[in-house]
Structure formats: C-alpha cells, structure tokens
C-alpha cells in the first residue's frame, strides 16, 4: 500500500491511513505500507537547500529532503501502534534499498526483501519511507520527484506482493482530466503499455518510472483514493482502476467486464517547450550536432520535425524539450553555434502537446484521421505529430488545449452518458 503526500498531510489525516491500513491487516493480509512527505514539506526542504547554497551538493541535499519521507514514515507507525497494531518503520538503508547512479535522481538496482517479509510473517506492518534508497558507497540518495510510486512497485516487486495499491487524491485514472471534461470516465483497468503512455504525455496520476517497473516485474497496480468513507467499497473488490498486463485486460474483455475501446484515454501537457533551428546544413552528422549536447546534459528530447532541404542545401530543424530546461537547451545550442551551423534560435514555450493512447490501435486504422480532421474542424492548428504504436501526439498552441481535450474526447466516444442526477 502506497499513500501520497496529499494521504499524508497532517496527523488527522494520517490517522485516517492508519485505520485503512489497519483494517487490511484484520482481514488477514500480510502489509506493508511505503508513505510519501507531507503535502508540501519536499518543496520547504528544497527551499532551505537553495537558501543554504544556490550551488548545493547533490549528496547533502538527499540527506535534507529524505527526511520528510523519514517523519512520516515513524508518524505512521506511531500511530499504528496507537490503534492496536504492531508495526515499525523501515528505512531506505535499513532495508536496504541499493540506488544506482546520480544522486537526486537515483534508480533503484535492488531491494532486500527477506528481512521485511519475515517481520510481516510475524505479524508486523512495515512502514517504508517512499523517495529514497543507499548507495554503495552508504550515503543516503533521493529517487527524483513522484520517486515513492517507484519506491512502492519496487518493494511490492521485491516481497512477491499480490497487489500494490497506490492511494492518492483521486478514485482512479480517467478517459481524461475530470477538470476539464465533466463526462470523463473512470476506467476499471489499463494496460501497463497504456498507463506508461499517459504518464510519459502529461497523465499525472502515476509516476513513469513506477510503471514501468511494475511491467518489467508484473506488479498488479491498484490507482484508488484514499478519501473514502469507512463504508466504501474495500480495496480487495478494485473500486479504483486496475494496471495489468495485455493478457488480462483481454480476460476482462472476455468476460465482459471491460468495453474493448480503439482509444483509452486523452492527455494534455503544457510543460513543453519548441526550439526551432533555421538554416542548419543539410548533411550527414549535422543532426547529431544538435541533438549529442542536449543528450550528454540530460535533456529530453521528444517531438523532432526536420524540414525538407531547401535548394541551398540547408533546413530547419523544430523539437521540443522540457519547459523547465528550455533556457538551458538554449545556451547549451547557442555554445556549440559553430560546430552546427545554424542561423538563428527560435523558442516558443506557449505550447501544449495532446496525445491520444489506446491499445487498440494497433489493430484499427483511422484514429490518427479521427484526431486530425476532429482539430481541423474546430480549426486548431497541428504544429507538429509524433507517434508510437499505441499513440498519437500533436503540438498545438496552448491556449487551445482545453478545446482540443474536450472536441476528442467526444470525437472517439470517450464522454460518459448524461446522468440525470448531475
């Protein structure tokens, strides 16, 4: 079981987690819990970092933010034992959780599983602070922002869980944001390759990294709220939205429990930046020239547009990079000017990327036609595409990101019908 920060906020809150928790361990279940920070403490902790040194290092700052994971973790476990249960806290080194690579950005390489599942053979609840993990030289490292969904399918992964389920302030993913279309519907499952998708296009409910972990480890996952009422539908009978593999969403459809839709779900995401290279040579290498820089900096590239040449043998180049190192990207190009041969820098950060995502694709044709004539019509303008298998993306200007969400939702009947209560 996973909780949030939002789950997490406050000792009323936590109190709340502890009674749901408690009431899986009562009917039998062997648990253990992996808890974000407080709604709001990993952003106080990182502020302090800056303060204490605008230029910090990466190592010492681990230590500041992973403890907001630390205190919720031992608030949890306090307060378990305070309505009857016997439960401890677990940290990243105590596990331990072996880390991998950069600090603040670490990857999980391995967890030691045995000693938390013979303290939950004996009846324990083991509480495990989300987010963070030890390298190997023994200093504490952090997993990235959204690292304790990560943290929760590697434990799970690790112990041979049944099932991990990830609380959090929504009751499940949906055809869309709920925000903006009222009629978005609450889907019963999606596949791993469709949930990696939408979480990689701009889907916030979980992080990438987790879903893929849990599709390379068939970790079963469980998307659910955590502001329920006692009298809702337990977590075993799946109120929220299930994450398995291909094979079994097509055991569901079988049985009828699940619509075999073309398209799953719509995404929208405006933390998304267009750099636009003119005059650059059009030669072997001068690709590599733009983009090598960007990759050794960690930059992620995602939409590339490469212009037909003109007569003088030059083109232009577009992509788009995260709008948080769009400045970065930008002096990164600007400094290696001579070795690609451009003639000047354009950057637009007032775009948004909408994708469309179903397994079903790959076995109909039309829905990349359905998402552009369906834009046409309402006359927004496509700026670029990318697709995969089981995707469409396109970059549109961003105020009309709301429009083109709600014109395709429609357009591939994703609304839910009208309900005469609402």
């Not at 990993?42 to 970092?49: A, E, I, P």
């Not at 303290?119 to 083991?126: L, V």
């Not at 939408?198 to 659910?224: C, F, H, I, P, Y």
């Not at 820089?293 to 995260?322: H, S, W, Y």
Request: include cysteine; charged fraction near 25%.
């Amino acid at each position: 079981m996973k909780f949030g920060g939002t789950s997490m906020a406050g000792t009323e809150r936590i109190r709340r987690v502890a009674n749901i928790v408690r009431r899986q361990a009562a009917d039998g279940n062997q648990v253990a819990v992996v808890v974000s920070a407080m709604a709001g403490e990993t952003d106080r902790l990182v502020n302090f970092c800056r303060e204490a040194n605008a230029l910090y290092d990466p190592a010492e700052y681990d230590v500041v933010v992973a403890s907001g994971e630390q205190v919720t973790s031992g608030l949890l476990a306090l307060t378990l034992q305070s309505v009857g249960c016997k439960a401890r806290s677990w940290l990243g080194w105590q596990l331990p959780v072996r880390t991998i690579e950069a600090h603040a950005k670490a990857r999980i390489d391995d967890i030691d599983g045995d000693a938390l599942v013979s303290a939950m053979e004996a009846g324990e609840i083991a509480v495990i602070p989300g987010f963070q993990g030890v390298s190997d030289d023994g200093r504490i490292t952090t997993l990235g922002r959204g690292g304790s969904d990560t943290s929760a399918v590697a434990v799970a992964a690790a112990i041979g869980a049944d099932r991990c389920d990830i609380y959090t302030d929504v009751d499940g993913v949906y055809t869309t944001d709920p925000r903006i279309v009222a009629r978005a519907r609450k889907l019963k499952a999606v596949t791993y390759e469709e949930m990696l998708e939408l979480a990689s296009v701009g889907a916030k409910v979980l992080q990438t990294r987790s879903v893929g972990l849990a599709m390379k480890e068939g970790v079963r996952v469980q998307v659910l709220s955590s502001f329920v009422d006692d009298d809702a539908t337990p977590a075993d009978e799946y109120p929220g939205t299930m994450i398995v593999s291909e094979e079994e969403m097509n055991e569901l459809v079988e049985k009828g429990e699940m619509e075999r839709q073309h398209v799953t779900g719509i995404a929208h995401d405006k933390n998304e930046a267009k750099i636009i290279l003119t005059r650059v040579p059009d030669k072997p290498g001068a690709v590599a020239h733009i983009f090598d820089p960007l990759a050794k900096a960690a930059i992620n590239v995602d939409m590339i547009i490469q212009n037909v040449g003109r007569d003088k043998g030059e083109t232009d180049v577009t992509f788009t990079v995260p709008m948080a190192d769009l400045a970065r990207a930008q002096a990164l190009l600007e400094d290696k000017r001579g070795d690609i041969g451009f003639n000047r820098i354009i950057t637009d950060s007032h775009i948004a990327k909408i994708s469309v995502v179903g397994v079903g694709m790959k076995s109909h044709a039309g829905v990349a036609a359905t998402m552009f004539r369906s834009l046409a019509d309402r006359g927004i303008n496509i700026q670029a595409i990318t697709t995969s298998e089981i995707k469409v993306s396109v970059m549109i200007d961003e105020d009309e990101t709301e429009l083109a969400v709600r014109v395709l939702h429609t357009a591939y009947g994703l609304d839910a019908p009208d309900n005469p209560a609402d």
